[in-house]
């Protein structure tokens, strides 16, 4: 564990226009450096006047780096907080000011305490196999001939349609056995205790080889202790040194290599490399046994769907789509009867892409199957699309090890309210379900069968275009003079609580799923069962009577099926809403002195609370938030006759998180860019503790999936914001630039970005923008972001009716309503070269404006 750093810091009462930037490079350099700062001082900062900017500004740097300021009280004689202590990874305790001396000085004694723990991880048992290359390989020569002689068993007649689902059970069970008794003959489970002081990973033949020399070496010199005895064992201490750190990094680099695109398996192998104690992953306490938390998840789900029965009003419920006063949906004019069985280079494609998860309930690791697909793809060709002609899924796939998350890192690991479910399936299930969800989402789409304003798990969809959508019709709607009021619903376990009934007759009525291929869903629903596994004991089986997996590939989509005849409910009140999986948002814009319209939006609410009473989903009022938006001495007003909202209160915080986006209610989105200012900065501290060890090319790797993917997250938000708000990203990456090329503070950080071929924040915002404008006119976004980008058509022939343009709307308040996609989409648009607006590719554009971007930024050296 690094030291603490202690640091003392004196600022003149002075003028502070270069104070706040290299106060900030200093600050970022010093949370790279160590896992806990402290700094104290004379600021000269009136820090406990609230209006003052300085105050303000320092205030806001803090925050973004993740400092905490201790003092709060006054240090000065003249009543002013002028002494602070600044703390990073650690908390100070009886911080106390002491009475003023004025014979000593005019400032008072700040005294404090602070605790340095260690940290010692706990040992782990865990259940592992050795697969080294001689075990692959005599696994590769049995298993052929094994399948085969399943295959022969189970399979006499060459028709898919002959097989019942008793035989392809047995077919499902008996492959899945011989692949696991031959798997253990050339590789058995055996148990390993995990241990801080294990043996390097990386360490090979040839460093133990060196440093057996070494030894050899080192003992003849200290017998004989000749200068050239000495020589020798310098000479194979430098050898052995290099070959150590050669095979470290290229250890890692294969590492990162493989597991690039999966930034959770990344983040735990940097948490393993650093040793610290936040990063690691949690253990489950002994007295929490598996039993205890199935008892608690059904228990959950059970008290849920008692309070939605004890909500419904006699006579029983209606299965019906809608509340009253909602029109019924109108029956499919398409079905979707049957999927396509699929053959070898499909299956070749789903399984090479799936993400490589394995869990208790698969006979082989997902790692070795993909390796061995050539030699069992038949056999799991066989079991998907037996699965598909006869409507029915094995029983075996309906099987899911519950896995619990604890739902932060920071909550109490002895609690059972603490942990989620997640459902871990067998990696053979989730090939089948891709297969079904690929011609599902097909025929979904090819028909138009999906709400509009649904962004989850759709194709050109993302939290981002969601985002997008919503901040840009709250930006112009505050430039016309609006007030916006924003709700955000939230379910209580929301996937846990579907009843399968209403799902299948949704699918059927609403959707136009019908004949094997209903079937084949019903099968997938029932009779599904579930265990839990912690610390290597498994729980008793349960059986699964409502909801969808959540760790499934299908749960997320059968999900929004559910949810399609919430939209008519919202339309019918013209409630503008947007919906991300169980995710709603509701906003709807008012004139200040339009105050009764509020009403429309509490009668919406009521009948959404309706819906989902009769459709088993419980709306939480606790959680669920409500945010006004707009001008702040509008809104105030505003707010003071809506202290609830039909039982829900407003947001006690002016802030609210969405989509994983801070909204404030004036829509700068500071309290956002803070936020993940901190959390990449704790980021980059734990790579560079690890950096002397990485190659660049690694290096870089981990920097764009911990850091690079934070500042580019729904970054095209931020456009239009002023520079003063953007500066706190770019202080990232330069920080992270530094660490990468082990560049000094001192140095001028332009260049290096340069070098890195980054470009800066601002012009990463106007990428992403321009981007996505590209998308929406070439067919490749949601029609609802291509709505926004009008081509501009002139009303008498004119050069540039062919020069690609769109019409950039009129805005009364450029600071508000010019921060708008659809505003700025055009703006930037219009300001880009013909030869780059005129891409015929998507690969061409964004290369083509890259260089243009790149040469813009970097143009004044």
Known sequence: MRPLVFAIVYRPPSPYSEFLSEFSEFLSELVLLAD???????????IDVENDSLSISFRSLLDSIGFTQCVHRPTHCFNHTLDLVLAYGLETDALLVSSLNPLLSDHCLVTFEFVLSGYSPHNKVVLTR?????AVTKFKEVIPSALNSV?????????????????????????????RSVLDSVAPLRQKTITRERLAPWYNAETRELKQLLRKCERIWRSSKTAEARFLWQECLDKYKKALRRARTTYYSSLIEENKNYPRYLFSTVARLTDCPSTTEPCIPLALSSNDFLSFFNDKILKIRGKISNLLTPPSVSLSDNPKNVEEPLRPMVHLSNFVPIDLPELKSVVLAAKPSTCLLDPIPSKLLKETL???????????????????VPQSFKTALIKPLLKKPTLDSSSLANYRPISNLPFISKILEKVVANQLCDFLHNNGLLEDFQSGFRTHHSTETALLKVSNDLLMASDNGFLSVLVLLDLSAAFDTIDHSILLQRLEQSIGIAGSALSWFKSYLTDRSQFVNVNNKSSAHTKVCYGVPQGSVLGPILFTLYMIPLGKIMRKYSINFHCYADDTQLYLSIKPEEAGQVARLEACLKDIKSWMTNNFLMLNSDKTEVLVLGPKHLREAFSSNLATFDGISLASNPTVRNLGVVFDQDLSFSSHIQQISRTAFFHLRNISKIRRILSQSDAEKLVHAFVTSRLDYCNSLLSGCSSKSLRTLQLVQNAAARVLTRTSRREHISPVLASLHWLPIKYRIEFKILLVTYKALNGQAPSYLDELVIPYFPSRPLRSQSA??????NVSKSSVGGRAFSYQAPLLWNHLPLEVRGADTLSTFKSRLKTFLFDKAYSQG
């Open 804 to 809: 690609g343009l769109l019409v950039v709307p």
């Open 36 to 46: 806990k700062v402290i700094v104290v001082g004379d600021f000269n900062i009136h």
């Open 130 to 134: 050795r697969l080294s290359e001689n």
């Open 374 to 392: 050539p030699l069992i793809s038949t056999s799991l060709l066989k079991m998907i699309n037996t699965s598909l002609l006869t409507g029915y």
């Open 151 to 179: 295959v022969e068993k189970n399979f006499t007649d060459s028709s898919y349609l002959n097989i019942s689902p008793l035989q392809l059970d047995q077919f499902v069970d008996d492959t899945s056995g011989t692949l």
